[in-house]
């Protein structure tokens, strides 16, 4: 099975400032890679998908990254409302698996 | 709009049994391969299984710790989903969601129902 390395697990980062996440796969996974943002009591959200295409309607402060192993998630400047955790998802086959998590706060 | 709605969760015994659904509108269901993903706050998110379409002859894959456990099916009549959990396990409590999965995996989830295996 495939295992997503993600780091750091939680970072504290101001408004306007430019913050990455990072998901390592254990295997090569082409671009098979997604990421959601999650608020406190809610489901998942779909942000970016196949690693750098961005889900319709979401804004275009959120970007990715990547193929084969080594994937990146960034806020180009981090805005209230996007304090969350965040998740990246491997679906390159199955099983599929999710990364640990990012909590964002705000410093 | 997309709109998932799970129900069916509630709290069960160990060893008990309980099956959740999935209500599903404002997409062609029988066209959609179907997940299920659950999530606890000790080990995060986890994929639960698949199941394909009628055309790809509704094929169900699962994750090795619900295998032979539970099962996932379909009612493309009704455009429900459904998670059947046997032999439930303190381990299983979680947030149960359902999701729609294309090719460009997982997008569209559920507000899930929340499942508690305890004595």
């Known amino acids: 099975d495939i295992r997503m390395t993600q780091s750091p697990s939680s970072l504290s980062a101001s408004i306007g400032d430019r913050v990455t996440i990072t998901c390592q796969a254990s295997q090569d996974i082409n671009d098979s890679v997604n990421w959601y943002q999650q608020k406190p009591r809610k489901a998942p959200k779909l942000l970016i998908y196949a690693a750098s295409h961005l889900e319709p309607g979401v804004p275009s402060r959120f970007s990715g990254t990547g193929s084969g192993t080594d994937f990146t998630f960034t806020i180009s400047s981090l805005q209230p409302e996007d304090i969350a955790t965040y998740y990246c998802?491997?679906?390159?086959?199955?099983?599929?698996?999710f990364g640990q998590g990012t909590k964002l706060e705000i410093k | 709009e997309v709109l998932l709605v799970e129900s069916g969760g509630g709290l069960v015994k160990p060893g008990g049994s309980l099956r959740l659904s999935c209500a599903a509108s404002?997409?062609?269901?029988?066209?959609?391969?179907m997940s299920w993903v659950r999530q606890t706050p000790g080990k995060g998110l986890e994929w639960v299984g698949r199941i394909k379409t009628k055309t790809d002859s509704e094929t169900a894959d699962y994750t090795a710790p619900v295998k032979g456990r539970f099962i996932i099916s379909r009612d493309d009549s009704k455009n429900t989903l459904n998670l059947q959990m046997n032999s439930l396990k303190n381990e299983d409590t979680a947030v149960y969601y359902c999701?729609?999965?294309?090719?460009?995996?997982?997008?569209?989830w559920g507000q899930g129902t929340l499942v508690t295996v305890s004595s």
């Open positions: 999701i729609t999965d294309p090719a460009s995996g997982l997008d569209y």
């Open positions: 998802l491997h679906y390159d086959y199955f099983p599929y698996s």
């Open positions: 404002g997409f062609t269901f029988s066209n959609a391969w």
